[in-house]
């Protein structure tokens, strides 16, 4: 193992928190704050029985930082939620786990051999890993803070390409498309995003360096 500092995180990977209302979201960080999408996942059929489909989108805020956001297909939290500040103190006792865990910090490090560090010192610590996933473009380890919050360590597997990017952007237009239609799904989504891919294609200029 090679002299490392003893800190070696490079700061933040994302924040992520949860939304009702996609299209606000991106109207808000794409439009309004300038934040372009660089990135989303399709996630259906994922984690335990019972776990809704999702979206999990994500805003670079710069210096290689993003801000990162959920939405649930289905699921709605009880209670008023009109007062600013103030919805989630009202969110009743047991909401689900999967809920709670979607507001969680990641902190970036830069290679496996960190991860691996890092792993090492939660597991002998109070607060021992609790997972370790291998994402699309990141493979992460999870555990929760003293406060219950979730914290997850992550190292970059490759770079998000430019195709990946338009990829998050259709993606996010299908969903404010259909999020605020009556029981949206994830169903309706790729279907919403099918269309958005053949309305482009058909725009697109032929350059004569097309592969056949």
């Given amino acids: 193992m090679t002299d490392k500092p003893v800190h070696r995180v490079r700061g933040v990977d994302h924040a992520a928190f949860p939304t009702f209302d996609p299209a606000a979201t991106v109207r808000f960080y794409r439009d309004v704050l300038k934040f372009p999408i660089v990135h989303s996942i399709c996630a259906a059929g994922w984690g335990p029985e019972r776990h809704p489909d999702f979206i999990h989108f994500f805003f670079d805020i710069g210096g290689g930082d993003r801000l990162a956001f959920f939405y649930y ?21 047991g909401t689900p786990k999967f809920f709670a865990d979607s507001r969680h910090l990641a902190i970036n490090v830069e290679d496996e051999e960190d991860l ?3 792993r090492r010192r939660l597991d002998e610590s109070e607060w021992p890993v609790e ?7 990141i493979e992460s380890i999870y555990t929760h803070d003293p406060n219950g919050y979730m914290v997850e360590i992550t190292r970059a597997l490759r770079p998000v390409t430019p195709q990946e990017d338009l990829d998050a952007e259709l993606t996010l237009r299908a969903l404010c498309d259909v999020a605020s239609g009556e029981a949206p799904s994830m169903d309706q989504l790729l279907t919403r995003k099918a269309e958005l891919i053949v309305e482009r294609a058909a725009s697109w200029e032929p350059t004569g360096k097309e592969l056949v």
């Fill in 116 to 118: 691996l560090e890092y």
């Fill in 131 to 137: 997972m370790q996933v291998m994402h699309e473009t």
């Fill in 73 to 93: 297909f289905g699921w709605e939290p009880a209670g008023d939620q009109t007062a600013p500040g103030d919805a989630w103190a009202r969110l009743p006792h």
